[in-house]
């Protein structure tokens, strides 16, 4: 893991199921590990999620109702963004380098350091459109 973050069994659980790939809530993914026959409890799922997080384990993206959604994605690792249906939740990871080097000019030109940013493009995907 790329964060200091200790390996319990709880932690361990909530990896495994996030592997599923898809953007879910704390609280559907808390189904999931019940489901699976875990006694996990929310709340630890809840502060596991955020401590992935923080430390890029799981991308973590906020929906129009203020809801946060998380993800274990194949690149953890490397900084990127997302193409994400609003109704079913896929996505992909999506690399756009022009603008990377854009956001970097942009806050220079403003005199800001250090930035860091989130990209997420939202839609509906072909599955649920439906050919609409």
């Known amino acids: 893991m790329s964060g200091e973050l200790r390996m319990t069994k709880q932690r361990a659980a909530v990896l495994a199921a996030l592997e599923a790939g898809e953007f879910r809530s704390a609280q559907a993914w808390h189904d999931l590990l019940r489901h699976e026959g875990s006694s996990i409890g929310l709340a630890t ?28 994605c194949a690149q953890h690792t490397e900084h990127h963004h997302h193409l994400r249906c609003r109704e079913c939740g896929a996505a992909l990871d999506v690399d756009v380098p022009e603008f990377e080097a854009w956001a970097s000019q942009f806050a220079a030109r403003h005199g800001f350091t250090d930035i860091d940013h989130t990209v997420e493009i939202t839609g509906v995907c072909a599955e649920c459109s439906g050919g609409r």
Not at 52 to 60: F, I, Q, R, S
């Open 45 to 72: 799922v809840y502060r596991t999620l955020q401590s992935l997080a923080e430390v890029g384990e799981v991308d973590a993206v906020v929906t129009e109702s203020g809801e946060t959604l998380y993800r274990r």
